[in-house]
Structure formats: structure tokens, C-alpha cells
């Protein structure tokens, strides 16, 4: 059964930092392109990040020079650093594997004040 687990996400004040993580079973993250969405209150989920098989990563505009994919193939976990965050940053943050688009994570909640 494959499942993803994001988790990391709180309550920071607007220029702080945030690491969120995203663990995975049942499928070896390094073997497809994993990306970071987000979903804004009111607004459609939205791709911030994103980091193929062979490590190359792509953004966003809004989180260029800020955030930052990793992945852990030892762990099978994909990271997103986040600095420098804006309160335009805020909301629920999932993790996805281009392989399986159909499954999705809880997500982990993301507040950024201002």
C-alpha cells in the first residue's frame, strides 16, 4: 500500500523558516519526479516545487531563491526548506509522486503571519 506522510508544517512569523518533510512507503521516491503543492485558502492546489529522478528542481516563481527541494533516497523522504517565508506562503502543503497522481498525503498546515 502506498502511502505518503508530509509533516513539519506550524505557526512561523513572516521572514522565518520552516523544513517539511515527506515520507514515503510503498513506492521508492527517487525513482519519479516528486513535487510540493500547496493549496491556499480558497484558491486550487498549486505546484511550488519540484525534483526529478536524476535531482534535477524546478519552482515556482513565487518561491524561487526561497525555497529549496531535497530528497534523502536513504530515508525515502523528499524535504522542502522553506525561508524567507510570506504570509502569501500560508496553507495546507502535500508532497505527490508523479508515478501515482492519484495519491495524495494528508498535507501539513503552513502559517505564515505577518
Known amino acids: 500500500q502506498v502511502q505518503l506522510v508530509e509533516s513539519g508544517g506550524g505557526l512561523v512569523q513572516a521572514g522565518g523558516s520552516l523544513r517539511l518533510s515527506c515520507a514515503a512507503s510503498?513506492?521508492?521516491?527517487?525513482?519519479?519526479?516528486v513535487g510540493w503543492h500547496r493549496q491556499a485558502p480558497g484558491k486550487q492546489r498549486e505546484l511550488v516545487a519540484r525534483?526529478?529522478?536524476?535531482?534535477?528542481?524546478d519552482y515556482a516563481d513565487s518561491v524561487k531563491g526561497r525555497f529549496t527541494i531535497s530528497r534523502d533516497s536513504a530515508r525515502n523522504t523528499v524535504y522542502l526548506q522553506m525561508n524567507s517565508l510570506k504570509p502569501d506562503d500560508t496553507g495546507v502543503y502535500y508532497c505527490?509522486?508523479?508515478?501515482?497522481?492519484?495519491?495524495w498525503g494528508q498535507g501539513t498546515q503552513v502559517t505564515v503571519s505577518s
Open positions: 525534483i526529478t529522478s536524476g535531482g534535477s528542481t
Open positions: 510503498g513506492i521508492m521516491l527517487r525513482w519519479n519526479p
Open positions: 505527490n509522486n508523479e508515478a501515482m497522481p492519484h495519491i
